[in-house]
């Protein structure tokens, strides 16, 4: 069993950067391939950024890469969204999510391959 939390989210101006964390609670974090989701008003949710267990293999959306960076801590069972960069279509609620695999270098773009949820944080860029 893993149990998300994210924190980090707000209000910030178009060009502004945020970082987002999502602390983890079980013994299992360091086994679970890690995504960050995120869904504004109206629209399905989409993938975001994800990082396998072992840090080796990371995956991003076309639209955030360069500059959104994700990252773990397995020390802290934490995983990390540095959004640099921001745009107001990067408003929305944006959730982490967990998968336990043994697979160390296992990703998915897939939100319905990941079994865990956070409760999400909300994200509003505008001037």
């Known amino acids: 069993q893993v149990q998300l939390v994210e924190s980090g989210g707000g209000l910030v101006q178009p060009g502004g950067s945020l970082r987002l964390s999502c602390a983890a609670s079980g013994r299992t974090f360091s086994s679970s391939a890690m995504g960050w989701f995120r869904q504004a008003p109206g629209k399905e949710r989409e993938f975001v950024a994800a990082?396998?267990?072992?840090?080796?293999?990371?995956g991003y959306a076309d639209s955030v890469k360069g500059r959104f960076t994700i990252s773990r801590d397995n020390a802290k069972n934490t995983v990390y969204l540095q959004m640099n960069s921001l745009k107001p279509e990067d408003t929305a609620v944006y959730y982490c999510a967990a998968r336990i695999t043994s697979d160390s270098m296992w990703l998915s773009r897939n939100a319905f391959n990941y079994n865990y949820w956070g409760q999400g944080t909300q994200v509003t860029v505008s001037s």
């Open positions: 990082v396998s267990w072992s840090g080796g293999s990371t």
